[in-house]
């Protein structure tokens, strides 16, 4: 095992899906001669050169398309969109062209793309800078949607996505960039299909993804000594969503509480309550909690940005309220 | 303004409000002034009549929150406590619910369960029950000794926490500590931890108040025949509250010579054992002292009953930011009350004001922990 940052974990993946394959390339802003906004790709324009460590003009829709075109033509694009909140200039080739050529061609073509971008509030980048929008694209048939909390997921699941015949869209939450963590030095690509339990217990199911996973993880921590054993999952895979373990979680501890940053109408926690409402109703034993981002523009104001998070002490909140333990 | 009466009701029960609605007209000693809703909702009930005066801060509708109507006749039970109860033959009308609203929760089906095992019989109170399912499976032997086991607890808690009021003259002192250097301390150690192996700030409590304990040390002993024999060894004894009820305080050895990372180990391993029932018979006879944190259930201040034959109790309240004056300004600190319950047979208030004194100073610097 090694001790290694998020950011760097994503870097081991970039270079090892580069050394591997030579139709990947790595394109984006600022990924080249910058290293990349959160410095992913620092040192790898040195190592593998300028025809596949490709600085682009700031248009995200360019690029973006360029993507699905050269995925089309063979390649293995990896597209870096700086963060989710420049990612909406992309939506039409996402929406209209990555997730529905497959579709649109009888099968005849298939779109081998991955996008990588960073997503998340908590770091006082004020309302343009701080979406949480993975719920989003979530909603959207033909991508995959992958949300790595963990350095070994922030690794193994770009090499995995690489092997996907169609677009898979990963969100590297900015909060987690500095994160260290333990993981296999030669881990490889990981398992995209399932939610993981990150802790076992019988109390309450947390439900979680991303940047929220830690919080919920201090909260249970906590909670665990006011005597509430919570089991806490992290979705990792926002699409296809893997209801079997959360409702397996759910008809053991009977409650359920989903943690999401993103505002709370049409949040992706919304979509987990129901699911949870149409898979479990009859073993629910109090209503469906959500804990999510206040509906406002992030602020800027780091007591205002904190107040409009999920926080660890909001979680314990609101899972007490649930336990009816006041 | 102390009192006001009421002029007239703008709204009748039934009637629908939202926030910002005038829904009553009030006047006080100065003007008549109307009073305006902050919340929306249907009005359920008028409390206070016109004509009457009555002090600031009565009741005077009461109103359901829209969406919270409750159909009259209609159970509030959870639908998992529902299929329970069809599992268990308990009629859902004859449960008393504990939740929000009398909500019916799988609890307290359980309970009502439970009860009519117990019992043997097929009524509970008045209301008749079908007799149980003939399948034993539902409620497996172990609940039941587990509400024996709880009651056993509760007759031990009962007869040592009666002979510590009756035959120790608590003395109390408290004190409230500035958490600002430990807490950034703590955050800057953690900051590179991942979750599972961080440090809590309890650690950093039980470890002040063994190191502590050195300076005073007759606060770390136990009562034998008539008199105290002080303990060479510090162990802190921390209370776990248990899931079903009640409490137990096992030691945690040698406290004052573990690391922090020790301690947080051994405290964890310590919390999981004792909701596990797995606790060894030494660490619940050997403490030296016990240590009680109600932070987490909001409580500021803790006014602990010691347990014997232990001579002291340390107690500590929530953290939360206060303001503090620190060189003439006021400042935003977290802040904590440290309270010590001791026995005034054995330590005086000098001595027990001195041990907060240390623990207070401990947490200033806590890279000496």
Not at chain 1, 67 to 85: D, H
Not at chain 1, 162 to 170: A, M, N, Q, R, T
Not at chain 2, 54 to 77: C, D, F, N, Q, S
Not at chain 2, 329 to 349: C, E, F, Q, W, Y
């Amino acid at each position: 095992m090694i001790k290694i940052t998020y950011r760097e974990a994503v870097r081991a993946g970039l270079r090892e899906a580069l050394k591997s394959d030579p139709r990947v390339f790595l394109m984006g802003e600022d990924v080249g001669r910058y290293g990349g906004a959160y410095a992913c790709s620092r040192g790898l324009l040195e190592e593998f050169g300028p025809e596949r460590i490709r600085d682009t003009p700031l248009s995200e829709s360019t690029f973006v398309g360029a993507g699905i075109g050269a995925a089309l033509g063979g390649m293995r694009p990896i597209v870096e969109v700086m963060t989710v909140n420049f990612s909406l200039l992309a939506l039409d080739q996402i929406v209209n062209n990555a997730a529905t050529i497959r579709h649109m061609s009888g099968g005849q073509f298939s779109i081998p793309l991955v996008v990588r971008m960073a997503t998340g509030a908590g770091r006082q980048v004020a309302a343009q800078h701080s979406h949480s929008l993975e719920g989003w694209y979530a909603h959207i048939p033909g991508i995959k949607v992958l949300s790595p909390a963990t350095v070994a997921d922030a690794k193994g699941m770009l090499l995995a996505a690489l092997s996907e015949p169609d677009p898979v869209f990963l969100f590297e939450h900015a909060f987690l960039y500095p994160m260290e963590g333990e993981m296999d030095e030669h881990a490889g690509p990981v398992d995209i299909s399932k939610a993981a339990v990150r802790r076992p217990g019988q109390d309450v199911t947390l439900i979680t993804f991303g940047g929220s996973l830690w919080k919920t993880l201090e909260a249970s921590e906590r909670l665990a000594l006011t005597g509430i054993e919570a089991e806490v999952i992290d979705l990792r895979v926002l699409r296809p969503l893997d209801t079997a373990t959360i409702l397996a979680s759910v008809r053991k501890t009977h409650r359920a509480v989903i943690v999401d940053e993103a505002w709370r109408t049409g949040s992706f926690a919304a979509e987990v309550s129901a699911q949870l409402m149409e898979g479990a109703f009859y073993d629910l034993d109090g209503p469906v909690a959500r804990v999510c981002g206040a509906e406002v523009p992030i602020p800027y104001a780091k007591h205002l940005e904190d107040a409009a998070l999920p926080s660890v002490e909001g979680i314990m909140r609101t899972v007490r309220a649930l336990c009816w333990q006041s | 303004m102390s009192a006001g009466t009421l002029v007239a009701w703008l709204k009748k029960p039934g009637d629908s409000v939202k926030r910002g609605d005038i829904i009553a007209e009030v006047e006080t000693d100065k003007a008549a002034i109307e009073v305006e809703i902050f919340t929306s909702g249907v009005i359920e009930k008028l409390l206070v009549q016109p004509g009457e005066k009555v002090p600031v801060g009565t009741v005077l509708a009461i109103i359901r929150e829209e969406g919270k109507a409750v159909e009259p006749g209609r159970l509030r039970i959870s639908p998992s406590a529902k299929q329970l109860a069809a599992e268990l033959g308990v009629d859902p009308a004859s449960v008393r619910g504990t939740g929000p609203d009398g909500a019916i929760s799988r609890a307290d089906i359980e309970a009502v369960a439970r009860r009519a095992r117990d019992k043997g019989l097929e009524t509970i109170g008045e209301e008749p029950v079908r007799p149980l399912a003939p399948s034993p499976a539902p409620l497996a032997p172990a609940a039941e000794t587990a509400a024996k086991r709880q009651a056993r607890m509760r007759q031990a808690i009962a007869a040592a926490m009666a002979r510590s009021k009756r035959e120790i003259p608590h003395y109390y002192l408290s004190t409230t500590i500035d958490m600002g250097r430990a807490m950034a301390w703590l955050s800057e150690k953690n900051r590179k931890r991942p979750i599972q192996s961080r440090l809590l700030y309890g650690v950093l409590l039980i470890k002040a108040v063994a190191v502590a304990l050195r300076e005073v040390p007759e606060l770390n002993a136990v009562w034998k025949g008539n008199q105290a024999v002080q303990s060479q060894a510090i162990h802190v004894g921390v209370a776990i509250s248990l899931r079903q009820g009640g409490l137990v305080a096992p030691a945690l050895h040698d406290t004052d010579r573990q690391s922090l990372d020790q301690l947080m180990t051994n405290f964890l391993d310590l919390v999981k054992r004792a909701r596990a029932g797995s606790l060894r018979s030494s660490e619940l006879s050997d403490p030296t002292i016990t240590v009680t944190s109600l932070g987490e259930q909001g409580v500021e201040t803790v006014f602990g009953v010691i347990y014997p034959p232990q001579v002291a109790l340390v107690g500590f309240g929530k953290m939360m930011d206060r303001p503090w004056v620190a060189e003439g300004k006021i400042v935003p600190r977290p802040i904590m009350t440290a309270t010590l319950s001791a026995d005034h047979r054995v330590s005086d208030g000098h001595r027990g004001g001195l041990f907060l004194a240390a623990v207070d100073r401990l947490l200033q610097d806590p890279s000496q922990l």
